[in-house]
């Protein structure tokens, strides 16, 4: 007998069940519900895109793609299709015929393939290509020695180099590198551009709500799976009244699902011409070695790597020293020092309170100008709910027209996690009816009252077996039902049906449009 596996689901993945999954619908109803009063539109994105987007959009250098990418190798043109398919379909007609001869061909045709598109630069070369050519080719020669040899026809040998070979083939690492997406910014830039939206109405405003994956190291509020709702504002103008507008969107949403004591810490991090000047400051400063010395070894190496993510430190040690670094603030150029100044004057105007953090850089390269990030009450220490920023550039750095953009993303987990600490939890739905029908002849007229109820919009249960009166009264208990429908052969029979409320055991009897009149009120 098959041994009986226990299957998990990965760690830093997990499954969301009823009754919580009530409040994740609730929660993005109401993000539909608020985010089309600002006029945004849903837009629904692949969940993988090709390597090079993200790394192009959020930074080689940030943790997100240094580190935390889910990548693969995707065999993408037709041509790398053909030759994977037909090698695919050799090694099966070789194993049904029992004729190890006929892999013989298509595997080297395959090879031979590879090696010329390489050449001729048809093929992406990855890292591990070359290796895994080279292997292949060693396999190929022993499998085409094997096949020579007398002593071997019929031995378990040679189907193992078969299968060695085919495997070699069909893992070998050539092909479009595709990775699940670990944010949602990026696509929608390349959508932006694909459809020409351009051409649309100006500003563009989109929302999207989905998973994202990052190889984080798994804790409270952070997963590796986790869910985003966020929102972008792409078209022509920098306006900061924009900057303000999708701020206060975040905030009225939080603040129609009740949370409560939630933190907005604003600040600007300049531009493409005031921020060098200052991270140059800033890598002068951090690099004097009474400075340095005082900070641990991942500030240390963001030194060289980023030195504005040193301001991101938590590290209690180091605090003292961040504290008394250059403020980007007092080395905005005058643009971005008057941009900063009339984002906070919109949002005082839209009663929108904030907090001035100058330590606030956010983890992603693509940001200039404005960054903010919302943190909530009740999760620990990943209490960051929600992050954004501008990104004027983004879109022409992946080919698109000078193009003025900002969104956010909020982490949909921790949203949750922060209402339920919170108490905010909706009531799970009650059942309304469970119909208890007493015996065969009773379950037409069961069906039916099953169907008119639902049709009437109120939950039903309808048992699938017939069950004792004692037992289906008791399931129903159980299950929460507000009502029993009893239906015994009398009540079919009579077409007076008995309700009975199971709060108090009252019971009384209703035609069939009477029941449904009287459940209405
Ligand atoms: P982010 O700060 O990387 O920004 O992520 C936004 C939010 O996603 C975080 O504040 C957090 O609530 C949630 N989040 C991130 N990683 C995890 C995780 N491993 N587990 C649970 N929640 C997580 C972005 O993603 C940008 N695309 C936001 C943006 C949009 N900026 C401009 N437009």
Not at 105 to 113: E, Q
Not at 168 to 178: R, S
């Amino acid at each position: 007998m098959a041994e009986k596996q226990k299957f998990q689901a990965i760690r830093g993945v997990r499954d969301l069940l009823p009754p919580e999954t009530a409040l994740w619908n609730r929660v993005e109803q109401t993000a539909h519900d608020v985010f089309a009063t600002f006029g945004f539109g849903e837009i629904r994105l692949p969940i993988f895109e090709v390597t090079e987007l993200f790394a192009r959009s959020i930074g080689a250098d940030t943790d997100v793609v240094s580190k935390e990418m889910y990548t693969f190798v995707a065999h993408s043109s037709k041509y790398q299709e053909e030759l994977y398919s037909e090698i695919e379909e050799a090694y099966d007609d070789s194993i049904r015929s029992g004729d190890e001869n006929l892999f013989l061909t298509p595997a080297r045709k395959f090879i031979d393939g590879l090696e010329a598109s390489l050449k001729g630069g048809e093929i992406g070369l990855t890292a591990g290509t070359e290796a895994a050519l080279q292997s292949l080719t060693s396999t190929f020669r022993r499998y085409e020695q094997a096949l020579e040899d007398p002593n071997l026809k019929g031995e378990p040998e040679l189907e193992i180099l078969r299968h060695e070979l085919f495997f070699g083939c069909w893992d070998c690492p050539l092909g479009e590198t595709i990775t699940l997406r670990p944010e949602a910014t990026a696509s929608v830039c390349r959508a932006y551009i694909q459809h020409g939206m351009h051409s649309l109405p100006q500003p563009v405003k989109l929302y999207y709500l989905g998973p994202m994956f990052r190889r984080e190291r798994p804790q409270k509020g952070r997963y590796r799976q986790f869910y985003q709702i966020g929102a972008e504002v792409l078209g022509g103008t920098d306006a900061p009244a924009i900057d303000a507008e999708v701020i206060e969107m975040v905030v009225t949403f939080f603040a129609r699902l009740g949370l409560e004591g939630a933190k907005l810490d604003l600040n600007s991090i300049g531009c493409r011409e005031c921020r060098p000047e200052y991270v140059k400051l800033l890598k002068a400063e951090l690099s004097k070695p009474e400075i340095k010395d005082k900070l641990g070894a991942d500030s240390q190496r963001r030194i060289e790597t980023n030195p504005l993510r040193v301001l991101d430190s938590k590290l209690e040690s180091e605090q003292p020293v961040i504290e008394k670094l250059p403020r980007i603030a007092e080395h905005l150029c005058p643009a971005c020092a008057a941009h900063y100044a009339s984002v906070k004057h919109n949002l005082v105007l839209r009663n929108v309170a904030y907090h001035e953090n100058w330590r606030l850089v956010r983890g992603l390269d693509y940001y200039m100008r404005t960054t903010f990030e919302i943190t909530a009450p009740g999760l620990g220490s990943q209490n960051a709910v929600c992050g954004g920023g501008r990104y004027d550039g983004l879109i022409e750095i992946l080919g698109g027209l000078p193009t003025k953009g900002i969104g956010f993303a909020i982490g949909e987990d921790r949203l949750i996690l922060s209402l339920q600490e919170a108490g905010k939890s909706p009531a799970p739905r009650r059942l309304d009816v469970y119909v208890a029908w007493m015996g065969e002849k009773t379950y037409d007229t069961a069906v039916r009252a099953a169907r008119a109820l639902r049709g009437a919009g109120f939950a039903v249960e309808l048992p699938a077996t017939a069950q004792k009166f004692g037992k289906a009264l008791g399931h129903a208990d159980k299950l929460g039902a507000r009502y029993a429908l009893i239906l015994g052969e009398d009540e079919v029979a009579s077409g007076q049906w008995t309700l009975k409320t199971l709060s108090d055991g009252s019971q009384s009897k209703f035609t069939e449009p009477q029941l449904l009149a009287h459940l209405k009120l």
